[in-house]
């Protein structure tokens, strides 16, 4: 039953403390940001700063406590002394004026009041805040991921490496402000898959010896580019038609330029709110606390701890009832023209052979984009060719040209509209064959894999972000995309089919049960670092 009257957010989980009452379409927003006077955030002033303003901030946004009718507080993510600060806070006004608590998660917050500002309905969400990047999407009554950091956010990376230059903190600005004055120099391109990683582009830009403008132009043009490739990827494998930029990076101009672009290029509507909703802010957290209390969300004194390690794919999103994904990503594989254009390349069908041609993204650096282009074309055909004389199913190749490979055109249906503990366990068994011959897949999802219509057989497709390896780490990274991949896809069903893909992997993979484990260390690994 709906709640009316006004809604209290606290906001509080960084480096900024916000409070806001959403009542209707009426925001009233305050905040205080917390500025270290050297390095980076550091969680116990942070919080002792969030203490200190915290009646000041409240009493800016507080009129009439009496027609306040419920409190939402972060819950998490976020720092721990932080966010115990702003849940005292929270549950002393909570019981002092005997209405309801409700905890919000951060993250879902953040993609909450952008569609509120926006009016888009059900986009795919870069989340791109100082302590997390995500790409998610709404599926089946929860946030999924797609894809994500495996180490640092894009903030934490750009501030980095800002604190090393020693520009003041937040570092973002003062890069988008040297990185006009600059060109392209190279630096580390790390996609895996749907995820990305940051750490080794910061330290070989620390270590760049090209003029700091350059090195910033660099930074940018390569984490904003990869960030929008794993957009792009997770725009083709849903199906979906939005693109929302929420958090605190959204600010960057450029990494909006670039994603309008991805989206005009794709047919995509591209959306970002206005400044004030980008970072954090207590309205995102009020106006998810009323849609929350809408459908009966309801914390207890006793059951309101914080959850410094929140995910936004633990939110069970009640006050959402939309199926149009589905719908949608089933058009998007009955319809031809989804064989002819992917997240990358474009292929065309002439008779029994498939061109796969990578086309330029105009979002890209010319010189950026042209490598990738040339290399990922040389490591798929290479990759491809050792991984048939591992015994791995995979189309036979006839030409190969600097952006093209033609190959035979493999029958048959797409793994993502054909799951079952079965199929799920011989591409486990398959993935154990390639990793035994060295080689990570890179862009492991259920879109690249095929069941052959002449004998059922699944075909390992796209080896575009392939690696020769050993390493366990990325072993452990192709399994983790395979397994995101399954819980976005058929959020039902993961468990049983994660442990037939198990099941097929250990029969052919002597080092499974290590893979495995560093699989479980990835999945756990925090985001705050």
């Known amino acids: 039953m709906p709640v009316f009257g006004q ?3 606290i906001e509080g989980t960084a480096w900024n403390l916000s409070a ?9 927003l305050a905040s205080r940001p917390y500025s270290p006077a050297q390095g980076g955030i550091h969680p116990r002033e942070a919080a002792q700063h969030h203490a200190s303003v915290m009646k000041e901030v409240l009493g800016e946004v507080l009129g009439n406590p009496h027609k306040i009718t419920g409190i939402a507080y972060s819950q998490g993510p976020g720092l721990g002394p932080c966010l115990r600060t702003v849940a005292t806070a929270a549950r002393s006004l909570a019981l002092a004026l005997d209405v309801p608590l409700v905890g919000v998660n951060h993250c879902v917050a953040h993609i909450e009041i952008g569609c509120f500002a926006t009016g888009c309905r059900d986009p795919v969400v870069l989340y791109a805040s ?47 402000r040297l990185a006009k004055q600059g060109k392209y120099t190279e630096l580390p391109y790390t996609v895996k898959g749907m995820d990305l990683a940051f750490s080794g582009l910061v330290s070989a830009a620390k270590e760049s010896r090209a003029h700091l403008q350059d090195v910033c132009y660099s930074l940018q043009e390569t984490a904003f580019a990869m960030c ?25 101009r450029r990494l909006q330029e670039m994603l309008r672009t991805m989206c005009e290029d794709r047919g995509a509507l591209f959306f970002v709110p206005e400044q004030k909703y980008l970072g954090d802010n207590g309205a995102m957290i009020a106006y998810t606390g009323k849609l929350m209390l809408d459908t009966g969300a309801r914390l207890s004194v006793e059951t309101s701890q914080i959850n410094p390690s929140f995910r936004s794919d633990e939110v069970e999103v009640t006050w959402k009832h939309e199926t149009q994904q589905n719908d949608v ?36 650096v010319p010189d950026l984009d042209r490598k990738l282009i040339a ?66 897949h890179g862009d492991l999802t259920t ?38 991949t399954l819980e976005s896809t058929a959020p039902d069903r993961a468990e049983s089919l994660k442990a037939a893909f198990v099941e097929g992997y250990k029969e052919t993979f002597h080092d499974a049960e290590a893979v495995l484990h560093r699989e479980y260390e990835i999945r756990q690994r925090g ?3």
């Open 7 to 9: 809604i209290l957010g």
């Open 20 to 28: 806001a009452l959403f009542d209707r379409d009426l925001i009233t």
């Open 130 to 176: 100082g302590a997390n990047t995500q790409v998610i999407g709404y599926l089946n009554g929860r946030y999924r991921v797609f894809g994500e950091t495996l180490d640092i956010g894009i903030g934490n990376a750009l501030d980095k490496f800002a604190r090393s230059k020693d520009l003041p903190h937040p570092g973002g600005p003062h890069l988008e």
């Open 228 to 252: 929008v490739e794993v957009t792009e990827r997770a725009l083709s494998l849903s199906g979906k038609n939005e693109v929302l930029l929420v958090g605190g990076v959204g600010a960057n």
């Open 329 to 364: 990503r089933r058009q998007a594989h009955d319809d031809a023209r989804y064989w002819r254009r992917g997240a990358e390349a474009v292929i065309t069908i002439t008779g029994n052979t498939a061109g796969k041609r990578r086309i330029p993204k105009r979002y890209r």
């Open 375 to 440: 290399e990922r074309t040389r490591a798929e055909a290479r990759t491809i060719a050792a991984a048939r004389r591992a015994g791995v199913p995979t189309p036979v190749m006839s030409d190969i040209t600097t952006d093209t490979i033609c190959m035979e055109y493999v029958g048959g249906t797409l793994l993502t509209d054909n799951l079952s503990e079965t199929t799920v366990r011989e591409v486990g068994i398959t993935v154990g064959k390639l990793h035994t011959a060295g080689i990570m």
């Open 447 to 484: 879109s690249n894999l095929i069941l052959r219509k002449k004998d059922k057989r699944c075909v390992l497709i796209d080896f575009g972000l392939a690696q020769v390896t050993e390493e366990i780490e990325q072993q452990g990274v192709d399994i983790h995309v395979f397994f995101q």
């Open 527 to 529: 985001r705050y670092l």
